[in-house]
């Protein structure tokens, strides 16, 4: 009965220091998560959609504010707040952000240019 209960074969598991990196669930830097992505591209969609609704409205929102009261006062009146409007709904589209590239969708620099495209990255306004 010389029974040595030296090698015991379950080890602990001693490798609990190790960092735990999963090489699956590394994405690239610019990809982020769909759903976000997606939400991001509705925002811009949205926002410009209330800019070009804006200009569009000009000419039915001038006569009606013709036929309410032709005076040059209230026109004036109406035309400030049009063009109030139209610049706070410009300016929220400006602002929204490309989800691809995180610059700004439809401003370079100084240039603010309403295309169907990002202005950095080409993402297209319909992308989801
Ligand atoms: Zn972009």
Same mark, same amino acid.
């Given at each position: 009965?010389?029974?040595? /209960? /030296? ?29 976000a ?12 959609k ?15 504010a ?5 005076t ?29 590239? /995180?610059?700004?969708?439809?401003m ?21």
């Amino acid at each position: 009965m010389n029974s040595d /209960g /030296g090698g015991s074969p379950t080890r602990p598991a001693v490798s609990d220091d190790q960092p735990v990196t999963d090489p699956a669930v590394c994405s690239l830097p610019n990809q982020a998560d769909p759903v976000a992505f997606k939400q991001a591209m509705d925002l811009i969609r949205r926002r410009r959609k209330y800019f070009f609704a804006t200009i569009i409205l000009y000419m039915p929102l001038m006569w009606v504010a013709n036929r309410i009261s032709p005076t040059f006062r209230s026109m004036a009146i109406t035309f400030s707040v049009w063009v109030v409007v139209l610049f706070i709904t410009a300016l929220y589209s400006a602002l929204a952000r490309c989800p691809r590239c /995180g610059h700004y969708f439809h401003m370079n620099g100084m240039s603010l240019l309403y295309l169907r495209r990002c202005l950095h990255c080409q993402n297209h306004i319909n992308a989801s």
